[in-house]
């Protein structure tokens, strides 16, 4: 059982590039790196909320529980 993170689909859906985005919502591109690679530990509801209103999606479409 695992989280998958969705977050490059979305983007790629998008077209949103990572600088952008990670400059968009105050991210640093390294932190947004990890946390789109599926490495990060966690990840807060702030920046959750701001990855879904700059992506317009909910947080559903970045997030994935596998069985």
Not at 2 to 18: F, N, P, Q, S, W
Not at 23 to 36: D, T, Y
Not at 54 to 66: I, R, S, T, V
């Amino acid at each position: 059982m695992a989280i998958v993170v969705r977050l490059d689909v979305m983007m790629a859906r998008r077209k949103v590039t990572g600088r952008d985005l990670a400059a968009q919502i105050g991210l640093s591109e390294q932190n947004l790196s990890v946390l789109k690679s599926g490495r990060a530990r966690g990840v807060r509801f702030e920046t959750l909320e701001k990855l879904c209103a700059a992506l317009e999606c909910q947080p559903g479409d970045l997030l994935e529980f596998e069985l």
